[in-house]
Nanobody
Framework: QVRVVESGGELAQAGGSLRLSCAVSGRTFAFDKYAVGWFRQPPGKEREFVSSVSWTGSTFYGKSVKGRFAISRDVPNGMVYLQMNSLKPDDTAFYYC???????????????WGRGTQVTVSS
């Protein structure tokens, strides 16, 4: 079993920055075997891919966040971070961290999900 816990979501101003954290743990989890990804679900919309880091360390980004968001991982401490810069009101969503065997860009590739954290960006 893999445990996934997100944190860091809060109210932010447009143009500002936030960093989300994802703590991953579990006896079967290893960064070199799983992808860790971020997805988000805006109010009234479907869930969408934000970013992920694969088991090789390769990173992937959704079109709407590329160039503004950066994903990173702290392997010894079991953490994955999503640095969000140049925030826009359209970034307002519930953000979920997930772990799975991939493919890294598709929700179907993830088996373990956290409960999410709310990000609200005001204009």
């Amino acid at each position: 079993q893999v445990r996934v816990v997100e944190s860091g979501g809060e109210l932010a101003q447009a143009g500002g920055s936030l960093r989300l954290s994802c703590a991953v743990s579990g006896r079967t989890f290893a960064f070199d075997k799983y992808a860790v990804g971020w997805f988000r679900q805006p109010p009234g919309k479907e869930r969408e891919f934000v970013s992920s880091v694969s088991w090789t360390g390769s990173t992937f980004y959704g079109k709407s966040v590329k160039g503004r968001f950066a994903i990173s991982r702290d392997v010894p401490n079991g953490m994955v971070y999503l640095q969000m810069n140049s925030l826009k009101p359209d970034d307002t969503a519930f953000y979920y961290c997930a772990v799975g065997e991939g493919p890294p860009e598709y929700a179907q590739g993830y088996d373990y999900w956290g409960r999410g954290t709310q990000v609200t960006v005001s204009s």
